[in-house]
């Protein structure tokens, strides 16, 4: 669903991702861990299309994203760590503005948004304009665009950051469905104790290069995610 190959970004002389390899399958939940400024975000906005790399390739359901970047973003969603949204709309106009980017039925996109709102218990202000929104609420909206149009991939930069218990909980639960029908989520979280409990693989991230990737219970094995994690980043320290 997701394929990165030997993905190399460079600001300047730094590199942020150096020679980055991941193979992300449908029906997988992979995490992506790592320190502040490991090369996640950078990672993922390469896979979204967002940021242009210096080579390797990234291919979404078998497209490169070089190639063909549109249709890539058309089966995907990608939920920023941010969610940097138009103040001077309602909730609902910026769901319909989604709505009409992806080309979504009346009918199906009225059902959705009902469906994901009452989830994620943002129904009664969506009438109201986002820049009243708290972050928590601002972040909901972001989980629901993504989601109204049925993406085959989601990638996601620390979806957890700013929800409540409820829709955290709610959050999970739509990933497990979501790859159970055969999609694929990619996401980044400092959350360990999260990825460890709702991932099938994991890949860890350090000064750009990976540095430990594959099933949860093969980077892991008897010690916990936190004790894998925190032994890699104090290996040459």
Known sequence: MLKIDNLCKSYGAKKAVDNLSLHIKPGEIYGFIGHNGAGKTTTIKAACGILQFDSGDISIDGTSIKQDPVLCKS????????????????????????????????????ASIKKYA????????????ISSYSHGMKQK?????????????IIMDEP????????SHALKQ??????????????????LEVAEKLCHKVAIIK????????????????????????DLEAENA
Do not use: W
């Not at 009452?118 to 304009?129: A, E, H, P, T």
């Open 118 to 129: 009452d989830i994620f218990g943002l129904y009664d202000n969506l009438s109201q304009l």
């Open 174 to 191: 739509i990933m497990a469905q979501i790859c159970a029908e055969g999609g694929a989520i990619f996401f980044s979280t400092h959350v």
């Open 141 to 153: 909206l972001a989980i629901i665009s993504a989601l109204i149009h049925k993406p085959k991939l």
């Open 207 to 230: 000064n750009g290069v990976l540095v430990k990737s594959g099933t949860m219970e093969d980077v892991k094995g008897d010690d916990s995610l936190e004790e894998v994690f925190l």
């Open 160 to 167: 957890f950051v700013g929800l409540d218990p409820k829709a």
């Open 75 to 110: 089966k995907l969603a990608y939920i920023p760590d941010n969610p940097d949204l138009y103040g001077f709309m309602t909730g609902l106009q910026f769901l319909n503005f989604i709505g009409d980017i992806f080309k979504i039925s009346a009918e199906e996109r009225k």
